[in-house]
Every structure is written in structure tokens, then in C-alpha cells.
């Protein structure tokens, strides 16, 4: 395969799976403003803290309040993270790529991006945000069953799933780092009812309260770090997502699981091993902010190592710490 249309089906579901995570990020905020916006009011800064668009986004917003960041986050054409901008550069990889992807999901695509450039237009955000960022998802995972079903389970598709993957175990991450770092306005509301609403709305961000609450009767803080990390059944997990993504990678190269032919793998089994055999009790230990952030930062070397192993016509001198979008 050539490593154009690789690196196209590649970032086709990374953009795709942004778009519905960011709706995932944003969702968590409305939800939680219903509750908490009389006690604590609202918090919209964090949202952009947490993606890594601050200066950006202060550059060019000033405050943050929730229209500025609302914009930002779902219509701006110059912020690469945004829903609109993740939606539109999908549908422009998936064009690049017809001829290897179903007609199914070129139309997908397509409508996906349709709809969101119709609600910058007539405002359906702004004045029905749930509705709007719940099609959002559902969109998303039209993509997903779609796909599924209809493109050959070939290399093709182990590249798509590389990317969906690494994109779903980040944000899973981001969406677990709101919660515990950001959103917590001091430690006495710990074990309240307010610490519970909260715990809660981040499982459902994740599409994770009902499984979660199969597994674990009642919300701990402990518990629901562990099963958004460690759990190796809930597709949402990181580990999950990142054992996954190991397993593609080693098919596109033919290699066997317990070695490496490739940086790309080697840094994916590193990582993967050693949660293999971490426990959340650890992890807490040792702050899980700095977990979180640590886990991102080598999230992001194993997008690199992906870049430099499949799609990179010329070795990489710079030595900088890649963005997470396509150049």
C-alpha cells in the first residue's frame, strides 16, 4: 500500500473519532453545568486547557466564556482540534481514498460533514446543544458500524483501526483528566453527591455508566479511574483501545505479538506492557494527573513513531514533538 493512502485512512478516523470525542468533552461540561452552575458556576476555560489550545484560544478569544469556547471547540475552521474542522478534513482524506474505502462510507463521511456545516449556519448548537453534540456521536458511530460491515478486514483497514484507536485511548484520557484535575472545585466535596453527579456525567461522556455499573455497584473515584484504564474488556478503555491497536499494527507488518519489527511497535508494546501490569492503586499513588499526562505525552511518540515507520518519505531531523493533527 502506498504510504499516501495509508497515512490518508490513518488520520480519515482519527479526525473522524476527534469529532466525536470533542462532542464527548463538551457534553461532559453541559452536563455537569446543570448540576453544578448555582454552586461553583460555570467552567469553560478548562475545556480548552486540557486539549492543549490555551494560548491559542487566548490569543484570539480573550475570556472564556461558554460561547467563546463553544465556538472554538465545534465550528472554528482555524482551530485543527474543532468538530467542524475534524469533520471537514476527514471527508477530505476519505475523498483522497474513494477508490480503497466503501462507497458507504465515502457518503458517511460526507454526510457527517454536511450536517455540521448546516448547524454553523442555522445555529442548532447554540440553541439545541444536546441535540446537536448527541448527533455528533451518533454520526460517529454510523462511521464505525458502517465500516465494519462493509470494508474488507485487509491492511487498509488495520490502519484505520491504528488511528481510531490511539485517537479514542487519548481522549478517553482527556475526558478521565477533566474530571479529576479540573472539575474539581476543592477536595471537601469529595465522597458528596455533587462528587457522585460528577463521576457519573464523565461515565456517561464515555458511554460508560451502564458497563461500569454492571461491573461496580456503586461510583468509586478508584474504580472508575481503573475501569477507563485498566479494564480490558470495555472497548473504551485505554488499555482496550491500545491492545487493539497493537494488534493491527502487528498485522500490517506481519510480526509477531510478544516482539517488535518496527518503532512503532516497539513504543505501542512498551507502553501496553507496562500497563499490562500496573494497578490503579499505583497509578493513584503517583497522582493520577501526572499518570494522565504522561500517558498523553507517549501517546503522542507512538503517533510519531507511526508517522516515521509508515508514512515519512524522508527520516525526521527536527527532533520537535509532533502535533497530533495531519500535515
Same mark, same amino acid.
Given at each position: 500500500?502506498?504510504?499516501?493512502?495509508? =497515512? /490518508? *485512512?490513518?488520520?480519515?478516523? @482519527?479526525?473522524?473519532?476527534?469529532?466525536?470525542?470533542?462532542? $464527548?468533552? &463538551?457534553?461532559?461540561?453541559?452536563?455537569?453545568?446543570?448540576?453544578?452552575?448555582?454552586?461553583?458556576?460555570?467552567?469553560?476555560?478548562?475545556?480548552?486547557?486540557?486539549?492543549?489550545?490555551?494560548?491559542?484560544?487566548?490569543?484570539?478569544?480573550?475570556?472564556?466564556?461558554?460561547?467563546?469556547?463553544?465556538?472554538?471547540?465545534?465550528?472554528?475552521?482555524?482551530?485543527? =482540534? /474543532? *468538530?467542524?474542522?475534524?469533520? @471537514?478534513?476527514?471527508?477530505?482524506?476519505?475523498?483522497?481514498? $474513494?477508490? &480503497?474505502?466503501?462507497?458507504?462510507?465515502?457518503?458517511?463521511?460526507?454526510?457527517?460533514?454536511?450536517?455540521?456545516?448546516?448547524?454553523?449556519?442555522?445555529?442548532?448548537?447554540?440553541?439545541?446543544?444536546?441535540?446537536?453534540?448527541?448527533?455528533?456521536?451518533?454520526?460517529?458511530?454510523?462511521?464505525?458500524?458502517?465500516?465494519?460491515?462493509?470494508?474488507?478486514?485487509?491492511?487498509?483497514?488495520?490502519?484505520?483501526?491504528?488511528?481510531?484507536?490511539?485517537?479514542?485511548?487519548?481522549?478517553?484520557?482527556?475526558?478521565?483528566?477533566?474530571?479529576?484535575?479540573?472539575?474539581?472545585?476543592?477536595?471537601?466535596?469529595?465522597?458528596?453527591?455533587?462528587?457522585?453527579?460528577?463521576?457519573?456525567?464523565?461515565?456517561?461522556?464515555?458511554?460508560?455508566?451502564?458497563?461500569?455499573?454492571?461491573?461496580?455497584?456503586?461510583?468509586?473515584?478508584?474504580?472508575?479511574?481503573?475501569?477507563?484504564?485498566?479494564?480490558?474488556?470495555?472497548?473504551?478503555?485505554?488499555?482496550?483501545?491500545?491492545?487493539?491497536?497493537?494488534?493491527?499494527?502487528?498485522?500490517?507488518?506481519?510480526?509477531?505479538?510478544?516482539?517488535?519489527?518496527?518503532?512503532?511497535?516497539?513504543?505501542?508494546?512498551?507502553?501496553?506492557?507496562?500497563?499490562?501490569?500496573?494497578?490503579?492503586?499505583?497509578?493513584?499513588?503517583?497522582?493520577?494527573?501526572?499518570?494522565?499526562?504522561?500517558?498523553?505525552?507517549?501517546?503522542?511518540?507512538?503517533?510519531?513513531?507511526?508517522?516515521?515507520?509508515?508514512?515519512?518519505?524522508?527520516?525526521?531531523?527536527?527532533?520537535?514533538?509532533?502535533?497530533?493533527?495531519?500535515?
Amino acid at each position: 500500500m502506498l504510504s499516501r493512502v495509508a =497515512n /490518508s *485512512i490513518y488520520w480519515m478516523s @482519527r479526525y473522524m473519532e476527534r469529532a466525536e470525542n470533542v462532542a $464527548r468533552f &463538551i457534553g461532559v461540561n453541559l452536563n455537569l453545568t446543570l448540576d453544578m452552575a448555582a454552586a461553583f458556576g460555570e467552567q469553560w476555560g478548562p475545556l480548552v486547557n486540557i486539549t492543549g489550545d490555551k494560548e491559542q484560544f487566548a490569543k484570539r478569544y480573550g475570556e472564556a466564556t461558554r460561547e467563546n469556547v463553544m465556538h472554538f471547540l465545534t465550528f472554528d475552521l482555524d482551530n485543527p =482540534n /474543532s *468538530i467542524f474542522s475534524s469533520v @471537514r478534513r476527514a471527508r477530505e482524506n476519505a475523498r483522497s481514498v $474513494r477508490e &480503497i474505502i466503501s462507497t458507504e462510507m465515502w457518503e458517511q463521511a460526507n454526510r457527517s460533514y454536511l450536517m455540521v456545516r448546516d448547524a454553523a449556519k442555522n445555529k442548532l448548537a447554540t440553541e439545541n446543544p444536546h441535540d446537536f453534540y448527541t448527533a455528533v456521536k451518533m454520526q460517529s458511530h454510523l462511521f464505525d458500524g458502517i465500516t465494519e460491515a462493509t470494508m474488507s478486514h485487509g491492511e487498509a483497514w488495520h490502519f484505520l483501526q491504528v488511528g481510531e484507536l490511539l485517537e479514542r485511548a487519548d481522549k478517553t484520557s482527556r475526558i478521565l483528566d477533566v474530571k479529576y484535575f479540573i472539575l474539581v472545585p476543592d477536595a471537601q466535596t469529595a465522597g458528596t453527591a455533587i462528587d457522585n453527579i460528577q463521576w457519573a456525567a464523565l461515565l456517561k461522556s464515555a458511554s460508560a455508566l451502564e458497563m461500569y455499573r454492571k461491573h461496580s455497584k456503586r461510583i468509586d473515584p478508584f474504580k472508575v479511574a481503573d475501569f477507563l484504564i485498566l479494564n480490558r474488556d470495555f472497548p473504551r478503555s485505554v488499555h482496550s483501545c491500545l491492545s487493539r491497536a497493537a494488534q493491527s499494527l502487528h498485522a500490517i507488518s506481519d510480526s509477531a505479538l510478544d516482539a517488535f519489527s518496527n518503532k512503532a511497535e516497539q513504543q505501542l508494546g512498551r507502553l501496553l506492557a507496562e500497563l499490562n501490569y500496573t494497578q490503579i492503586d499505583e497509578i493513584i499513588a503517583g497522582g493520577l494527573h501526572e499518570f494522565l499526562d504522561g500517558l498523553q505525552t507517549r501517546l503522542n511518540r507512538v503517533d510519531d513513531a507511526v508517522f516515521e515507520t509508515f508514512f515519512a518519505l524522508r527520516p525526521i531531523t527536527n527532533g520537535g514533538t509532533q502535533q497530533q493533527t495531519q500535515s
